[in-house]
């Protein structure tokens, strides 16, 4: 049964560029969270996915955005990338409200 | 969840106790979770609390108290392994985001 799985695992780009993240579910969830983590730092919400939609935001600007398909897998965009953007990327999945979410590995992003 | 409190670094003996603790500010609390995460790992679910009390899992315990804010993880019998950051997190009424705390880097010395 497989976890969470995400790609790349590390990925370096420059100031301005664009980012395309993703993430398989584990089997049978349905739902898609995505966070971000600073180095010695909680995980800070991003937004969820949910039947293909964006269902809630975190306090990210309009440059963060992603996408759901119907196969529930998930996608992180990040546009005109900023030295702050450095961060490991985590993907977590869950199939009801309250159930706890499933982390992947994450993908960690650095921006020269 | 906001203002979610829990101590920067602890360090034990292998074989002890260790205790972390959490506060937390809510305008509708909703269920807290601790999660354990190695360095450069994915964040794995240890335990979850809604009401009052205390849950027990193996060597893992982990107490709520709604009306004090308050929670902690009990780490018995401390292994080499343990050694991780421990991460509180709290989910509001309405809310579908997790919130969360920095962080309790544990080390276990021999």
């Known amino acids: 049964d497989a976890g969470v799985t995400q790609s790349p695992t590390h990925l370096i780009k420059t100031r301005g560029q664009q980012v395309t993240l993703r993430c398989s579910p584990k089997?049978?969830?349905?739902?898609v969270s995505w966070y971000q983590q600073a180095l010695g730092q909680g995980p800070q919400f991003i937004f969820q996915?949910?039947?293909?939609?964006?269902?809630q935001r975190g306090n990210f600007p309009d440059r963060f955005s992603g996408h759901q398909f119907p196969n529930y897998s998930s996608e992180l965009n990040v546009n005109a990338l900023l030295l702050g953007d450095s961060a490991l990327y985590l993907c977590a999945s869950s199939s009801y409200s309250n159930q706890p979410q499933h982390f992947g590995d994450g993908t960690r992003l650095s921006i020269l | 969840g906001q203002n979610i409190d829990q101590p920067t670094e602890m360090t034990a003996t292998e074989g002890a106790i260790v205790q972390i603790n959490c506060t937390y500010q809510?305008?509708?609390?909703?269920?807290l979770f601790w999660y354990q995460q190695h360095a450069g790992e994915a964040p794995t679910f240890l335990s979850y609390n809604v009401l009052d009390g205390l849950e027990e899992k193996g060597r893992f315990s982990s107490f709520l108290s709604r009306s004090k804010g308050y929670s902690y993880l009990l780490l018995k019998e401390l292994q080499m392994k343990d050694s991780a950051s421990y991460l509180c997190?709290?989910?509001?009424?309405?809310?579908?985001?997790?919130?969360f705390g920095a962080g309790t880097t544990v080390t276990v010395r021999a």
């Open positions: 089997s049978g969830h349905d739902t």
């Open positions: 996915y949910y039947e293909e939609e964006e269902r």
């Open positions: 809510t305008s509708g609390f909703n269920g």
């Open positions: 997190a709290v989910r509001d009424i309405g809310d579908y985001k997790l919130s």
